[in-house]
C-alpha cells in the first residue's frame, strides 16, 4: 500500500520561504511523475509543479521563478521550495504521484493515484 505523507507547512509573512516534504512508504520516490497541488479556499486544487521521472520539471505560471521541486536523495524526499511567498499561495499543499506514467505532461488531479494527506501553508500579509 503506497504512503504519501507532506510535511513542512506553516505559517510565514509574505516574501518568506517554505520547504515543503513528501515522503513516500511503498514507492520508489520519483519513479513516476509526481506532483505538488494546493487547494485553495475556492475549494479548486490546482498543480503548482510537477517533477517527470526523468527529472524534468513543470511549474505552474503563477509559481515560475518562486518555486523548486527537486527530490532530496539524502532525505529521500520530493521537496518543494517555495521562496517569496504571496497572500495568495496560501492553502493546504498536497504531493501526488502518478500509478504508472513517468511523464507529467498534461496531468490533471484526477491522474493521480496516490496522495498525502496535506500540509498547510498560510501566508499572511
Known amino acids: 500500500q503506497v504512503q504519501l505523507v507532506e510535511s513542512g507547512g506553516g505559517s510565514v509573512q509574505a516574501g518568506g520561504s517554505l520547504t515543503l516534504s513528501c515522503a513516500a512508504d511503498?514507492?520508489?520516490?520519483?519513479?513516476?511523475?509526481m506532483g505538488w497541488f494546493r487547494q485553495t479556499s475556492t475549494n479548486e486544487r490546482e498543480g503548482v509543479a510537477f517533477?517527470?521521472?526523468?527529472?524534468?520539471?513543470l511549474y505552474a505560471d503563477s509559481v515560475k521563478g518562486r518555486f523548486t521541486v527537486f527530490k532530496d536523495n539524502k532525505k529521500n524526499t520530493l521537496d518543494l521550495q517555495m521562496n517569496s511567498l504571496k497572500p495568495e499561495d496560501t492553502g493546504m499543499y498536497y504531493c501526488?504521484?502518478?500509478?504508472?506514467?513517468?511523464?507529467?505532461?498534461?496531468?490533471?488531479?484526477?491522474?493521480?493515484?496516490?496522495w498525502g494527506q496535506g500540509t498547510q501553508v498560510t501566508v499572511s500579509s
Open positions: 511503498g514507492y520508489t520516490l520519483g519513479s513516476t511523475c
Open positions: 501526488a504521484a502518478h500509478r504508472w506514467s513517468e511523464s507529467c505532461t498534461d496531468m490533471t488531479p484526477a491522474d493521480f493515484t496516490y
Open positions: 517533477r517527470h521521472a526523468y527529472r524534468l520539471t
